[in-house]
Structures are given as structure tokens and as C-alpha cells.
């Protein structure tokens, strides 16, 4: 399949699928068909209103799913990447307790038996094999909830997507997991050029292993299709034949996929039956309609999804990401489409494609709303309707509209999108929704906005964020406005100002008059970029949400007085903010190292496993290292220095070349012949022990 627009809005379809499947399922996880039935009924619509519930969470399937597929791009678009490959991008990705995975313990949770196996020195596979975990703990769930993106890099080729998802699936499962996690990736990637579910079917069991059970399964509930219409009576004989009785551990394969091939075949081939086939009959609820989701995303299409309720509306293309890369964890729909479909393209040795010159929001999918939706804190606001529209763009085909009436004064309307942890999700319990800010103080925003000619009068816009407070609620800061008469258009930038170390959590657009205003404006794009000039330390008007915005990485992290506490029991842990935009910039601490093995700061940052550090280090050594799949010291200096004193360290990146201050003395000038790092985060580092900071600074490289 060509890997074009066609190929874009079909994996844009498949992302939606996905989403909106964890999303309709997620409340009720884990839930049994007659408590289903009981309390809530046939499940055909979103139904965490009902059980208090927010309906936009943190959730393993999807970040799993959209994280550990970023091994391919870390190990240079390598067909051939192993398994051992993408345990390390486990390892880089997680931190323990914290993100991603249902951290159950040893021998409770697939997945977390499997990282302790990576952490402990066993690589992938071995981690994740029946011989080391056991048959029960190796053939659970994770396989196959993690597999989507895998198979959406493969349009049109089952068998590639099965190996994938053979090496994948291997890091934490094996046996009867990988079967099914394989029929579901084939049958993905043959979706995007195969519309016949039978077709599918046959084309993913051709994949596994005959003698296998999951092959078995799929024979007989093909078989009871054909001659038991009624999927509640099909579902009766799944549970007898393969249920949860009959599969032990905490939630297996083998009777979770069963309902997805069940679902598919008595779902008609339509978006909200199979949907509310899969969630109605329970067990894994959250896991099982993302797939199906999923699936019906990238065989149907947008079309697909929109031919019932409208389930994208409350969405709004809004899903997190946390890991310990935490810029990356707000974001959206269509962002992660763009990073399939470019790893894809880089797989066929094609360029990658950047909407509107690369803008961070750029609505080029149609219904694309990119999280952007009506503001709605503000008092006596106008009203506001969000749509994407076709046309009304210089660097594209599509664009944003902003249906506005009775905007007055006293009356604006205003319409943003998320940068970092929203005040409903601060105290997300289960998976806790972890991040760092997508937007900082010195970064230049950019947008361009148009008015239609048919508007009633002029109107005053404007760019704005909103920022924490010391009373951990939002504050707005604008930038400058402009003056839109109906049928003009302007190019905005601004320079986001000094937010005295508090996080920006939204931004958006705001529409004034004097008078009564009824109209539309046009967002075409809006982006940002630049490395920003933003110092960290408690925030002179406290609050304690600027806390958040720290990747911890730490056994401990205490914010005291000094105000930053590091504490790592054992091995190495950090501290880390920042997006992986950031290129070429130098960053500061003054650091306290009190009984550690070494402390220090790191720059381009990509996680717990990639990045450079300047460490204090125990033995009187301060070294320039290069952690990638193992640590390589690039230089090394001995200096003076005592436990219990401030130092100063600056380290500089800035293309190949990188550069250490101790004291502001420059001790290290050196080139990083093999540049694999070239982008990043800043953090703090800590090895066994604890250390203290008090500011920690970035900058611009100035000449």
C-alpha cells in the first residue's frame, strides 16, 4: 500500500479506534456480562458519567501501545530489531511504579516480571519466556493490548506485522499470548487493504501455529457463527469452553480474545455494534474494544466511526503518554498518527511528512480538533463551536473553525488545548498521569488566523496560555492582540514571558468586542519553537502543581527548602524536564552532593537510558558520559571537591560538540563522533545515595 493521505487518515482512524475504545471500556474494566447487564445495561455509548469518572484517563493500552513502538526510531528504522532492542526501550520508557504497566509484583504481573527481568540483567526474550515465568504469568493479556501500532506500520503486509509483533509481544509474554497478539497485528495490517473480515481471519490464523489453542478457539467461534445468530448465546459457550475458569492468572489471553473475534464476527461489521459487543460481555473491557476499535478504525475508516454516535466530539482527539520522556505526554490523535506514519515511512526509506512546516497543530485530518476545545472557566463567555473545516489555510487544506456568537464585552469566548496535567487529571488515581510541560517561557509561538468576510463586525483576538498559580488554579497571561475585520487575516508571534517556574497547562485564542459579535475565525495553524530561557526553583508565590512538572525518576524525590531532594537507594535515578525538541542549549544547577555515589546534570534527555551527564562523582573524578544501552565515559577530570558543599555545574550541547563547567571552569570541550543523541530534556542526576539542588536553569547557546 502506498504509504499516502489515504494511508495517513487510515491510521488517524486506527488511533481514533483505539482511544475511543479504552475510553468506552475503562470504567467498568474487569467488570463480569451479568454485572454489566445488571448495573448498566447494553454498553453503546460513554459511560463514565454514570460511574463519576473522567472519560480522557492515563491507560496502560495506550501508552503502551504508542511508547514501547518507539524502539524502532531509537535503533535507526532497523527492520531487523530485536527483542532485546525493545526490552532496552522498556528500561528507557518505564520508570518502576510509576508509568505504563499495572506494577502487580513478581509473578502477578506479566509485565512487571518482565521488567524486573530486564532491570536484573535477563535480556529480552528470556524475560519474558514461559521457561523462566511459567505458563500462567507468560500467556496473560499485555501482548496483545500493546500491539496496535506494530501492525499499522505494516499496511498490506500481515506477515511482517506478525514477526513484529512476535518480537514485541516477546519482551514480557510467550505461548499462547504471541498467537494472539500475532492474529491481531495480522489482521491490522491486512485491514488497510483487505475489507472481508473472512479474508482477515483466514489470513491471520494462516500465521499461528494450527496445534495452538488460539487457533482452536477462533475454529469454534467461527463455527458457532455460522450457526447460532444470537452473540449473547455465543458468548455462553466461549465462557464454557474458554473461560476465565479455564485460564488462570489475573487476566489471560485466551478468553479476551476469544470476545474479539467474537465481537468482529457478530458486530456486522459496524463501529458501535462491535463495540458494544466486546464491552457488554466484560472481562477486559478497556483492552479488548481497543483492539477491536482499533481494527475497525483502519478497515472502515473515519467513516466508519462517524456512521453512529458521535463518539469523537468528547474525545476531542485528547490521549496521554506518560513516561519518563515526559514532554511527549500530552498529546493527541493526530500527533501520534504522524509518528507511525513517519517510523513507516522511514521503514520505506521515504521522507517524512510535515503538515503545515512541521506546526504542532495543523488540523490537516478530517474532524481534527487536535484538543482544542471551548474554555469553559470563563465567566459570562460567549458561545463558541469548535469544527474542522476544509479550506481557510495558506499552508494546507484544512483548518480550524471557531464559531462565535454573542461575543460582547463582558462576553469573550476563548478556545484551548492542553500543555500539560489539566486540574481534572491531577488527582488521577491507577495510572497516574505523569508530564512535563510542552511549552516554556522564551519559545516563540506562531499562528495564523483569518476572519470570514461574512462576519458582522470586527472582533479583537489574541493569543493567551494558562499557567499554575501559588494556589495550584490557572491564571491567564496574554499576548498581544490584533484587530480582525471580517475577511482579514494575521500572523501571530509571541515570545511566552517568565512564569516564575510555574507550568503552562493550556493554550488557546480568545475572541473580544465592544459589541455584539457573531462570526467565525479561522485557526489555520499554530506551533512553537526556540530553546527556552526558564530558571526552576519554588516558585516565589508557592503552590506545589510546579512540582509536577518534574519527571521523577527517583526511589525519593523531596521537595524541602533546598528546595529539591534527591534520594536514589540504588542504581542510578533522575530528575528530568523538558520536551525531546530541544536541541542545542546549555543548562545549570548548583548542586549539593551529601553521601551519593555521583550527582550531576544531563542534557537531550530521552528517557531513563539516553542522554549525556557532567557527574560529581565519589572517587574525585568529574566525568562527561554518554548513557546509551551502557555507560561511556567521554572524558574525566580530577577536581577538589566535599560532600556537603554547592557546586555549580553547566553543561553545554550544541550539534557534535559538547561542554562541562565545574566552578566556571570549563574542564571539557570534546566531539561525540557517533552523535545518536541530538535532541532533548534536561535533568538532574542522582546514583545511590542524596544530593540536593536548589535552581536549575536553561538557556540558549549565545555566540
Known amino acids: 500500500m502506498k504509504l499516502d493521505y489515504q494511508y495517513v487518515e487510515r491510521v488517524y482512524a486506527g488511533v481514533l479506534g483505539k482511544i475511543i475504545g479504552v475510553y468506552l471500556g475503562r470504567p467498568f474494566e474487569g467488570w463480569t456480562y451479568q454485572h454489566i447487564m445488571d448495573e448498566l445495561g447494553e454498553i453503546n455509548y460513554y459511560v463514565h458519567e454514570k460511574l463519576g469518572v473522567p472519560l480522557v484517563v492515563t491507560d496502560d493500552d495506550i501508552s503502551g501501545t504508542f511508547t514501547f513502538v518507539r ?32 506494577w502487580g509484583g513478581m509473578g502477578n504481573s506479566t509485565e512487571h516480571t518482565a521488567y524486573l527481568r530486564l532491570k536484573n540483567g535477563t535480556p529480552a526474550p528470556q524475560s519474558g519466556s514461559m521457561e523462566l515465568n511459567g505458563k500462567v504469568v507468560s500467556e496473560q493479556i499485555g501482548a496483545q493490548i500493546f500491539i496496535d501500532a506494530w501492525a499499522m506500520l505494516c499496511p498490506g503486509d500481515p506477515e511482517l506485522a506478525a514477526d513484529f509483533a512476535r518480537r514485541a509481544g516477546s519482551v514480557s509474554h510467550d505461548g499462547e499470548a504471541i498467537y494472539g497478539a500475532q492474529v491481531i497485528a495480522a489482521m491490522e495490517a491486512q485491514a488497510f487493504v483487505e475489507p472481508d473480515l473472512t479474508q482477515l481471519l483466514d489470513t491471520a490464523v494462516a500465521l499461528i501455529p494450527k496445534s495452538s489453542v488460539i487457533y482452536r478457539m477462533i475454529d469454534d467461534i467461527r463455527d458457532w457463527h455460522s450457526k447460532e445468530p444470537d452473540w449473547r448465546m455465543a458468548r455462553e459457550l466461549l465462557e464454557t469452553n474458554y473461560g476465565y475458569d479455564k485460564y488462570g492468572g489475573n487476566c489471560h489471553m485466551v478468553p479476551n480474545h476469544g470476545l474479539i473475534i467474537l465481537s468482529l464476527l457478530y ?9 458494544m459487543i466486546v464491552n ?8 479488548n474494544s481497543a483492539n477491536v476499535g482499533c481494527l475497525l478504525g483502519i478497515k472502515n475508516g473515519l467513516a466508519g466511526i462517524e456512521a453512529g454516535p458521535d463518539f469523537r ?12 520522556d515526559g514532554g511527549r505526554s500530552i498529546t493527541d490523535a ?88 489539566p486540574p481534572d487529571a491531577l488527582g488521577a488515581s491507577h495510572y497516574s498521569l505523569i508530564a512535563s510541560p510542552t511549552i516554556y517561557p522564551g519559545q516563540v509561538v506562531q499562528a ?3 476572519a470570514n468576510g461574512d462576519n458582522n463586525r470586527t472582533v479583537e483576538c489574541c493569543l493567551y496560555v494558562r499557567a499554575y498559580d501559588g494556589s495550584n488554579q490557572l491564571r491567564t497571561i496574554k499576548g498581544p492582540d490584533t484587530t480582525l475585520i471580517p475577511g482579514a487575516e494575521h500572523e501571530f508571534s509571541w515570545m511566552i514571558p517568565d512564569m516564575d517556574g510555574q507550568p503552562i497547562a493550556e493554550i488557546g485564542i480568545e475572541l473580544a468586542s465592544a459589541e455584539r459579535a457573531d462570526g467565525t475565525v479561522y485557526l489555520d495553524y499554530l506551533t512553537w519553537t526556540g530553546i527556552p530561557t526558564v530558571t526552576w526553583r519554588r516558585p516565589a508565590e508557592g503552590g506545589t502543581v510546579w512540582q ?26 533522575l530528575m528530568i524536564q523538558g520536551t525531546r525538541e530541544w536541541t542545542d542549549y546549555r543548562v ?15 542534557a537531550r534527555v530521552q528517557g531513563m537510558r539516553r542522554y549525556y551527564a557532567l557527574l560529581l562523582c565519589s572517587d574525585g573524578m568529574i566525568r562527561l558520559v554518554k548513557e546509551l544501552d551502557g555507560t561511556q565515559v567521554l572524558g574525566e577530570v580530577h577536581v577538589n571537591w566535599q560532600f556537603g558543599q554547592i557546586y555549580d555545574l553547566k553543561l553545554e550541547v550544541q550539534g557534535d560538540r559538547l561542554k562541562g563547567w565545574f566552578q566556571d571552569q570549563c574542564l571539557f570541550d570534546i566531539r561525540d563522533s557517533n552523535q545518536t543523541l541530538t535532541s532533548g530534556a534536561v535533568a538532574l542526576v542522582c546514583q545511590e545515595g542524596r544530593a540536593a539542588c536548589n535552581t536549575v536553569s536553561v538557556r540558549p547557546i549565545v555566540s
Open 334 to 421: 493526530v500527533t501520534e498518527t504522524y509518528q507511525v506514519v513517519n517510523m513507516a515511512r522511514a521503514l520505506a526509506g521515504q521522507e517524512p511528512l510535515a503538515p503545515k512546516g512541521g506546526a504542532r497543530f495543523h488540523f490537516e485530518l478530517p474532524g481534527s480538533v487536535q484538543g482544542f476545545q471551548p474554555e469553559e472557566s470563563i465567566e459570562s463567555q460567549g458561545t463558541l463551536v469548535v469544527e474542522n473545516v476544509l479550506g481557510h489555510s495558506r499552508r494546507g487544506k484544512r483548518s480550524l473553525a471557531l464559531h462565535y456568537q454573542h461575543v460582547a464585552t463582558g462576553r469573550c469566548a476563548r478556545v484551548a488545548t492542553p500543555t500539560f496535567i
Open 313 to 324: 466530539g468528547p474525545v476531542a482527539d485528547q490521549l496521554y503518554l506518560p513516561t519518563a
Open 71 to 102: 524502539a524502532l526510531a531509537d535503533y535507526h528504522y532497523n527492520r531487523e530489531i530485536t527483542p532485546q532492542q525493545i526490552g532496552q526501550t522498556w528500561l528507557n520508557y518505564l520508570i518502576e511504579n510509576r508509568t505504563i504497566l499495572w
Open 448 to 450: 495564523q488566523v483569518s
Open 588 to 602: 545549570a544547577a548548583d548542586l549539593t552532593p551529601h553521601m551519593c555515589t555521583a550527582t550531576g546534570v544531563a
Open 267 to 275: 458486530g456486522d461489521d459496524n463501529f458501535q455494534k462491535s463495540l
Open 280 to 287: 457488554t460481555a466484560g472481562w477486559d473491557t478497556d483492552c
Open 548 to 573: 509536577r512538572a518534574w519527571v521523577d525518576g527517583l526511589d525519593q524525590l523531596i521537595f524541602t527548602d533546598e528546595p529539591y531532594r534527591l534520594i536514589q537507594n540504588a542504581g542510578t535515578g
